[in-house]
């Protein structure tokens, strides 16, 4: 699939335009929510593969290894509570996401709500580190927000799909999710894409998913931590001329 196809899928897609869920106050679960809105196929024995629900954007080239220590020695531990606290959720009234209880609900549901569920670098640290902010904003995306999310080995991401649209809720297809992959890969590290394994990629190796509609997971069974930027804004004519022109052998220097 080009990305043009790609793209166009996503606009076929029918959100509900209320940014505060009150539909989804109705599930215990965020999870069932979200798949009612979703048009991924949810059958678990079908074979998928990279094109279809998450697509290679090329590589960046440059070293970043200092940043990238930095960074990992500067990550905050946090729980899912506080990742999700006024503040985390840009968009959203105050920053809180009014499904807060429903997504405490399948962390419990899969005995991950222990404290030190996941480690995050907030975009206000990114700053700090140039090189890295470069292959932020080599995407030109309107409303940019960015982390950096390092996983340490033995925690995990539980399969989800993502609600994003009320940063664009009369054009969802304008909102567009970049992973930035800041290490090479090493066994044990996976990212999930619906049926569709993620593995070996390489330092800066770029990717991007659909986001609104494709169950989505990751674990760090590995020895070392798995450090990756997510880049979440709103696709502009700069934009897409990047996405379009952009190939898995792509490569861009910084």
Known sequence: MNINQYIDRIKFKTLPQDFNHQDGKNYESSYE????????????????QEGEWYHQLGRFKGDWADDV?????????LSWDQSTAAGQRPGFPGGVSPMRTQEQNDRKAHGLDHVDHTNLVLEEYLDQFPKIK?????????????RCHVQWPGQTFAMHID???HRNPTDPSKIVRIIVHLED????????????????WRAGDVHMFDTLNV???????????????TIT?????LTDQRLQEATAESEYCI
């Open 69 to 77: 220590a930095k960074i990992i020695d500067k990550s905050k531990s």
């Open 163 to 165: 609600k994003l649209w």
């Open 33 to 48: 929510y979200t798949k009612t809105f979703s048009n991924y196929h949810f059958d678990k024995f079908k074979q998928e």
């Open 185 to 200: 890969y090493e066994p044990g590290q996976i990212l999930i894409y619906g049926n569709a394994v993620h593995t070996q």
């Open 134 to 146: 470069k292959m932020v904003d080599h995407w030109h995306l309107e409303k940019v927000s960015y």
């Open 215 to 229: 169950p989505h997971g990751t674990f760090n069974i590995s020895n070392k931590p798995r450090p990756n930027i």
């Open 233 to 237: 804004g709103l696709r502009s004519a």
